[in-house]
Structure formats: structure tokens, C-alpha cells
């Protein structure tokens, strides 16, 4: 949700040219199964396998087909290997969709006195805790003379999209059919959604990423059988990987397969299904001869299921996969063709921060609060509810403040404004604001009441304002960069939001920080007018940055067309390393800016402390841990960027108790960590520790008010009568944490190897904290 930009291609136009492509899914083993359709999936954090167990499998001397009426569609704990539940009896074909903290599965009913694997109804049973599932109902019957095999389930934007294979006797066998739904029940067929019409396919897998619809599916070579991947915006019209790039295939060296003739060698890759855990996206697919039974395996890609598909369509002179180590939500995504940049107005920083900028970084740390109607909607933030659901009962900004405070943050950024128009204050440009809420009788100001609690605190005022506005309605289309569409009547909408924006930059007093989140987005630099084709360029956005600029000159603007600060890349809260604040000429659109921008533009790095930005119901379960974002603050604050840290206030306006005291925890072990240095040198490069003793971290600040200058480092500790190098880097910036392996020493030292004469170290600390989890 927040400032999604420019990620999930970007990382690939970074890369150095190839003339190869590399696949970046890396087989991780053989599992020894002979299962074939299995569908890896996540509940309440733990990572599950939906099996479809064929009992012919069990009995030995068995042919395929004799027991299939004790068939069974199961769960496997991964972690334990265990079976915890079984959802279905015979039934098979089976697969999984994960939604709103329940579990549905949708498998092939062969119901009684049918020959083997004629199935015509599809049945769909769910759970809200893998042990008690709902009576099975059948939600899709074949039409005369038609068959159901594998079947697939997705949520797309709004709806949910079902998959299944047809022999319809008008295609080749197993051709795609799609069904649209708004319930999971009632299914209605998508006219003209079919692919494989004119080509074997099989095994179907569907995932919805990023506006487009991805199959995978089973592609037919000369007596073998690989998986593919294809896509679609609308489901009618396919674009299929290009050539040369299947998404998993088999190793014909590999014989001894379960179940088979030994002498057998692989021949098929298939029925590939995947999810995404702990940072990583998990793959399961059968491996075998597409015969009698599979050959279970695994694999993995370090990033999201959306880098992982988008990285088969890359250009081929940039194919590398794109690479990340900690998982986000991107929307905005990097141009995939040739993107616009005329009207752009070029607009350099310089090398060195604003007084606003400097400010900025030597704050470090801050804290989100996501509250609105969203709250209300289990942090649905695109529906546009009527605008007195929202109805907070003890709302207390001061709570809020000090829990901010709790954990070390020095400026709290307020949702105003988020995508559904709503305001928190009482504007005179709508009435879908709090005007229209019960609370307080139509007569309350959310925004000031955060801003008095900021100023009783002593804390420096951030705002969000969302540009795009569902309730207007105008705003972007969510395509990727380049490809974003205008929705709405830009010219009606923008004066409406520029007074919005005059009332909140007029009627509090001073703002540190405002916040321009970048997703659906109308005054985004690359956005077309859908008629003209033509994109908007940047004189919205410029107008929006010299409102603020005139109205709040010393606050900083995150995102827009004119940016102070940068997203870092992260909803998990890292940022890059080595992270350079300075940005060269061309470089913008590799860091989540546009392409006019360049100069001195610092990154922030966010993060949501639930598994959503607003506060759901029964979510304290999913609150990250204490160690979790120690080392987030580690891999953002301490890598030379700022990092914003979400809170979420409950229906009733206050910040749960169990989030309350994980932040404070959290800001515990910071202060813990990092409160009791053995030695630090101001402005010094060597310092004594006046005994030996041991030392694992290092923290390193740059005089970053000239500007960014260290490009190399070392830091050495004299241990065993000479100096040894214990550690280095590139990029230090406004702070470095550093940790290493302890090691005794009683003296350390740290050598610029790459920089220049104006480079100036402010601070070099050592510490050996008694937790080193960072």
C-alpha cells in the first residue's frame, strides 16, 4: 500500500546486460512422494501442504483407479510433517485459497458408480481452524458430456477468479475455462476467458499480481511434458512467457523415481503451485514420467510471487531476476515498454541536505498511524463506506503519541487522507469527512487532536495525504509505471484537493512532514489521459510541492514529482546497502523517484507491526516480534536511512494494549543495545578501550551536512599485537550499525579507504550489548 514504486522490475534494469536468461527458481531437493497435486499455503503464519492422496499409492500391488472412492484431500503441518486435518473424502484434484483468516478448499467430487476420474461436480468445504470445515457444497457442475480435473482459486482485485480443465470436446483436452465470483459460492462463467485451446496444456496453477492474471500450465514437448507460465489482463487475451524460459522443468539424468521402474528417467515437470513465507516464495511440483505417479519436489525464490512472475516477461537484454531479502506489497511497478518523459520538469537537489532534509535524517526514527474508515473495514482500503461508520468510542491522540514515544520516535505521520477520500478533519471541500460521524456529534477533528498531542509531547507533525481519492472519484490505474491511466476528472478534482491540502497546511500550525504516497496517484509524473494517450507530466505535482513549499517551508515532502525523501524499497523496513543520498542524473527511476529527479534525496524505509496497515480484528496474533524489528531498525537506521514504523489504532480510537507494549518492548532493546558504548570517539577515527575485552558492533556517522562522502571502509582491531580487519563497507551516511563475530581487543580503528578529503566521521562508537540479535 504505501509508496509501492518502481520495484518489482527494477532491481532487473540495474542489472548488467545479458544476452541469457538465468531462471531464478532454485530446486531445493526431492521429497520422495509419488504425490502430484499439491498446493502449498499459509494460515496464521505456518506454512501448510494441501495433499491430494491417491490410496492406490498406500497399497502395494495396486493399479490406479482401485481405491479412488478413499481418496482424500488432506493438510500437512510442513514444519512437523504431520496430517492435521482431512477437508475432504473422495474427492481430488484439489487446491487452496487463503482469505480473511479462513481456509477454503475446492477439489473434484467423483461421486458414487462413476468410472474412474469422471467428475462433474466441483465441491468447496472451509475452516477457520484446520480442524472443524463447513458441509461441503457443490459450487460448479460440468455441462452434458463434459469432465472436471484440476481446478485452481484466486483473489483478484475483486473478485475471486476459479480455474478448472475441461475436455470439452470443442478444444484439446484440458483446455482452461475461468469463473468469476463474488462469494465463493455462486460462480459465473468469464465469456470468451479460455486459453489452451489449440495446444496441450494441464496442471493449472492462477495467482492474480499486480493487475495481470498468471497461468501456469503444463506445455507438451516431444515425449516429455515442462511447466510454462503465461499471462493476461482481462483473461481473454494471453501473453505467454517468451521461448526459452519454461518456469520448471525436469532433469532427464534423473531415474529411481517412486513407484516407477527404476531404469525410468524423468521426463515431466508439472502441476507447480507456490505461496509466499517468511520472505521467500515456496514452490511444490511433481517431477515423474506423467504416468502412473509423481516424484515430489520443492524450490524456492528469494523474493515475492510477483518478482518471481514478472522476472519470465523481462526484456531479454536485462533478464536478470530480480533479488530482494525481505518481503513487501508492491502496486506501483517499473515501466515494462517505452515510458513518456516529456513535460518533465528536471529538478536537482544538489550534493549536500536542505536544513529540512538535515533535520529530517537526524531524526531517524518515526512512527504511522493508519486510522480511518479502513479500520472499520478490516483494512479494506479502497471501498468507500458511508462516512459515519466511522465512529471511534475513546479516542486518545496522546496514547498515541506516547506510544510513539515509547520506542525512540521523533516525528508520528497521521493518515489525513487515505485512497477513500475520507477526511479526518472536518473539511469544507466534502462532506464525507468526520463532519458526518457520530463521533462527537459531527463536531470532532481527528487531525487536531493529533496535532495537540504532538506539540504537548514534543513531537514533529507528519501528514498523509492520499493523492488518488475513491470517493470523488479520481485517481490511477494501479498498471505499472508508464503504463498508469487517469481515472476521473483530474480538473474538477484537482482544486478540490489543493484546498484540502491549504486547509491542513493553514489550519495547524507547523508540519514537519508530508507524506504523498505514491499509489493511485493522479498527479504521478507518467500518468496518460486514456483518451489522448498522452502523459499528464509533472505540472500537478509541481504545483502540489510549491503549495507546500510557500504554505510549509520547513517541511519536508515524501513522494510527488518534487520529493525531499524517497522510499527505500521496503514495507519490511530495510533499506539498500551501500544507500548514497546523493541520486545522479538518469539514476531516479531505479530509486522509486521519477526520472527528473536527482540530487540529494534520502530514503525511508516502513513497515506495518500487523499483517495490514489498519487495525483488523483478532490481529494481535500477527504483530511482529521484538527481535523482528530490532532487526529492521538495524537494516534501515542503521544502513543510513529512516525508517517509519506503522501503529494501528482499534475501532474504539486507541491503540491495542498487546501492540502498546510491543513497541515499547522493541524500543527497549534498542536503547538496550545501543545505551552503553565501551568507548566512542567524537570526531576521532581510533579509539582505546582501556582494556582488552570483547567488542561485536560498531556504529559509524558520517557529517553528512556537506554531503555523503565515505565510498570504503575498514574497521581494524588490534588483537595479538597487530591490526586485523574485523570489518567493512561501503556507504556510512547519517548513521552505521555494524555487527560482527566478537572479538577481543583493547584498541580499534577506522580506515576511509574510498571517499574524499571533505569526508568528516561525526561519531565512531563500540559496544558488546549482551543480546547481539541484529
Known sequence: MKYRLLFLLMLPMLAQAQTTWKNPIVKQGRLGSPLVETSPFVFRNKLYLLENNQRFWDVKGAKPGDYFHDDEVRVKDVNTGKIVTVALKNHGFGTVLVWKDRVYVFAGNYGTGKPWRKMTEITMTSSADLKTWTKPVTVLKASPNEFFYNTAVTRAKDKFILLYE??????KPFTFRYQESNDLINWKEIPDAIYGKDKYVGGPALYYEGGWYYTLYLEALKGAYETRITRSKDLISWEDAPEGRPFVTFDPSHKNIPLIRPDIAESNASDVELCYYKGKTILYFTGSDQTTAGDLQWATFDGTPAQLFAAFFSKPETGAAPKHDADWIPVLTAPTGNVQYNNLRENDKGTKPSLQQLAFQERQLGAFVHFGPATYLKSDMLSVPAADLFNPSKLDARQWVKTAKSFGAKHVVLTAKHHNGYCLWPTKTTDYSVVKSPWKQGKGDVVAEFVAACRENDMQIGLYVSGGDKHFPCSSTPDPQGQRKLVGDIHKYFPVFMEQLRELLTNYGEISYLWFDGAYDPFGWDVTNPKTKRALGTAYGDAIAALVQDLQPKAVIMGGTQPDVRWSGSEQGWSAY?????LEKGEG????????????????ANIYTRNTWFWTPDSDK?????DFLKKTYFRSVGQGANLLINMTPD???LIPAAEVERLGEFGKSIQSALSAPLATGEGQTEISLGRKQPVSLFEIEEDISAGQHVKKYEIQAFTDNTWKTVAE???IGR???????PVETGKVRLLVKEGNQKAVIRKFAVYHPTDTNQ
Do not use: F, Y
Open 729 to 731: 563497507g561501503e556507504s
Open 578 to 582: 551501500p544507500l548514497w543520498n546523493v
Open 735 to 741: 548513521r552505521r550499525l555494524q555487527g560482527i563475530t
Open 651 to 653: 475501532t474504539s480510537g
Open 589 to 604: 527511476l531505479a530509486h522509486w523517484v521519477g526520472p527528473q529527479n536527482s540530487g540529494w534525496i534520502p530514503a525511508e
Open 622 to 626: 500477527t504483530l511482529r516480534t521484538t
Open 166 to 171: 475441461t475436455d470439452d470436446r470443442r478444444w
